[in-house]
């Protein structure tokens, strides 16, 4: 049974209801500074650690509980031998540890946290405290989470006392907790050093998930699946669901290539997102405007899609989108009308997303990670070149508008599942070919979705090379005037020649962007 407890808690939910149990059923509590405080402001009696210790808190309360009078007390069996050296040494057994830690994770996601303040928030007492509960979980009972309250109020009031399974589930808990705990600060300091492009990857890494929410279903529906977080990563766990249903985990595949996609462009963007893939994307004046190309690329496809805006979604957008069925906007905002309107549609799901992109403190987050089985693959994130590397390799140059829209189209085949080919006129897709195992299929699938007049005065990326000239003979004859792609076959002066043939401009950027 529960004679004594020692309570240590930075979150004190449901505290104040464990101390009233606790003092009802005559157990001695024993406290630290705030959490005492707490206790002793709802009138409860606590005993201070320097009672027990015989020593102030010291170091600005870096030093509490580390002490025999405490450890030994928790760590004690409860047999015979144990007993008598508690006894002769005057530290009475505890029997109940209530620990949560300082926030490491959530100050790590602050922005602008320095180190100064991560190194701050390193629990290092109550970390020992849980433990050594932990160890010894089948006389000493541990709770790190306020749920957990409510199971020992109840068998305290039936005057019982909690069940061996139970003692070595909660057990199993603070091992979790205590485990995720180190492994987010290792991550947090091994990330603040890299790596980065120009590093090596390190021989460990380790990484402390946490959940954000179970989820129906996985992606299909006999499949099941979960949330996690990746502490001081940023990214979609931040996002805000203003309406509709829960995520799915397809939503959330389809949120994070659509956000991905809208952020790669400064002005008024949106991405429209069918199964992973761009079916339109357009960059304009206003964001009306930038939505009315982006879904003109593909109609068809965009029915069920999700929806990226990198700016507020306004009401004028907003009515825009009402006219088809859209599974969710993410987007940093959105005017009060425009919600209002939005609303409207009980399907939808619409996500306030913080603006930009910030550095997430934690530099793991900044890798692209792969799972294979039995492995993960890491690799530093796909980054633009300057376009002051690219190279014009045919004869004639492209015009300046043709130059502005192939920018354009180039960004935007970075987003596309390789093998992939992007038609653009101006800042707006008129024809994606996504995820062929051809490059020559990819492109007759775009230009098959723009049509002739759209093709017309068209340009065309390629996020790799062109294995063949065949693909640029296609584009010509279909109206194409110009291509961006990244050179590097040994087909390229056969490329080229058949470019300057057909009277196609081209340019080199002399880096690929696959996207698998």
Known sequence: MIRRALLS?????????????????????????????????????????????GFPELLGGRVKTLHPAVHGGILARRQPEHLAELERLAIVPIDLVVVNLYPFGETIARPGCTLEEALEQIDIGGVTLLRAAAKNFDAVAVLCQPEDYVRVIERLDAGEDLTPEERQALAIKAFGQTGAYDTTIHAYLSGRSGPSATESFPASVDIALEKVSDLRYGENPHQKAAFYRLPG???????????????????????????????????????????????????????????????????????????????????????????????????????????????????????????????????????????VGGGVLL???????????????????????????????????????SNAIVLAKGTATVGVGAGQMSRVDSTEIAIKKAGPERCAGAVMASDAFFPFADSVEIAAAAGITAVIEPGGSIRDEEVIATSNRLGLAMIFTGTRHFRH
């Not at 992109?357 to 990670?369: F, V």
């Not at 190279?391 to 130059?403: F, K, L, Y």
Request: aromatic residues 6%; proline residues 4%.
């Open 9 to 53: 808690v930075w979150d004190k939910t449901g505290l104040v209801d464990l101390g009233r149990a606790l003092a009802r059923h005559g157990v001695d509590m024993i406290s630290t500074g705030g959490t005492a405080r707490t206790l002793e402001q709802a009138g409860l009696s606590v005993r201070t650690m320097e009672s027990v210790t």
């Open 233 to 371: 990563a940023g990214g979609l766990p931040e996002a805000r669901l203003l309406h509709g249903k829960a995520l799915s985990f397809n939503n959330l595949l389809d949120l994070e290539a659509a956000w991905n996609a809208a952020l790669a462009f400064s002005g008024p963007t949106v991405a429209i997102i069918k199964h992973n893939n761009p079916c339109g994307l357009a960059s304009a004046g206003t964001l009306p405007e930038a939505y009315s190309l982006a879904y003109a690329c593909d109609p068809v496809s965009a029915y069920g899609s999700v929806i990226a805006c990198n700016v507020p979604v306004d009401q004028t957008t907003a009515e825009a989108m009402s006219g088809t069925f859209i599974e969710a906007v993410i987007a940093p905002g959105f005017s009060e009308d425009a919600l209002k309107t939005l609303e409207r549609k009980k399907d939808i799901r619409l996500l306030d997303m913080p603006a930009g992109r910030t550095a997430p403190s934690n530099r793991l987050a900044e890798l692209d990670w792969r799972r």
């Open 379 to 417: 690799q530093t994130r796909d980054r633009f070149e300057s376009e002051g590397d690219w190279q014009v390799v045919t004869d004639r140059q492209p015009t300046a508008e043709e130059r502005r829209s192939l920018a354009f189209a180039w960004r935007v085949a970075a987003q596309v599942k």
